[in-house]
T-cell receptor
Framework: GQSLEQPSEVTAVEGAIVQINCTYQ??????LSWYQQHDGGAPTFLSYNGLDGLEETGRFSSFLSRSDSYGYLLLQELQMKDSASYFC????????????FGKGTRLSVIA | EAGVAQSPRYKIIEKRQSVAFWCNPISGHATLYWYQQILGQGPKLLIQ????????DSQLPKDRFSAERLKGVDSTLKIQPAKLEDSAVYLC?????????????FGSGTRLTVV
């Protein structure tokens, strides 16, 4: 089976930087993805890491270390609208298998 | 491009009743997924379709849940009979392909309350 661990809640100040960690245990590994979900909304795709290293997309970056079974999502210049839940997700058995999601990290951005 | 359409947006039913949800994926997206999201948790896969064929339904409670995608486009998920623990948001997602780097586009979901 697969399991993903991420903190349940994080609070950060507007304008600051926050890192949301994700560790995973899978029988195989075919990439780590991150999704954002606002309350009552649909999850939206943020990033994908198939190889080790950092991927940057605007204010958001995502990192993967396959040897450590670990990744993180980095949000810079936090804005109030970044308050949402963030989910890491993996594909385990092959590149074609569906995503398995973590339980999510609820980020609260405060003034 | 138009997003993933789902209906209804909300549904309240009594336990033991039946309910159906509808999803129309993004045009051209061959892969369609139904996920169940219980409040405070991450989405959990129910079923994956590739065109009109089932790829993975290993986590679908087949004694009460069924899903179809007859023409390889829109899809219907049914629950019969519903239980209290089925109260959740049912999310439909589609992707252009099955490859690991393909992101999912989710619909807004159907919030089901079973009373």
């Amino acid at each position: 089976g697969q399991s993903l661990e991420q903190p349940s809640e994080v609070t950060a100040v507007e304008g600051a930087i926050v890192q949301i960690n994700c560790t995973y245990q899978t029988s195989g590994f075919y990439g780590l993805s991150w999704y954002q979900q606002h309350d009552g909304g649909a999850p939206t795709f943020l990033s994908y890491n198939g190889l080790d290293g950092l991927e940057e997309t605007g204010r958001f970056s995502s990192f993967l270390s396959r040897s450590d079974s670990y990744g993180y999502l980095l949000l810079q210049e936090l804005q109030m609208k970044d308050s949402a839940s963030y989910f890491c997700a993996v594909r385990a058995h092959s590149g074609n298998t569906p995503l398995v999601f973590g339980k999510g990290t609820r980020l609260s951005v405060i003034a | 491009e138009a997003g993933v359409a789902q209906s209804p947006r909300y549904k309240i039913i009594e336990k033991r009743q039946s309910v159906a949800f509808w999803c129309n994926p993004i045009s051209g997206h061959a892969t369609l997924y139904w996920y169940q999201q219980i409040l405070g948790q991450g989405p959990k896969l129910l079923i994956q379709f590739q065109n009109n064929g089932v790829v993975d339904d290993s986590q679908l409670p087949k004694d009460r849940f069924s899903a179809e995608r007859l023409k390889g486009v829109d899809s219907t998920l049914k629950i019969q009979p519903a239980k209290l623990e089925d109260s959740a948001v049912y999310l439909c997602a589609s992707s252009r392909g099955q490859g690991a780097n393909y992101g999912y586009t989710f619909g807004s979901g159907t919030r089901l309350t079973v009373v």
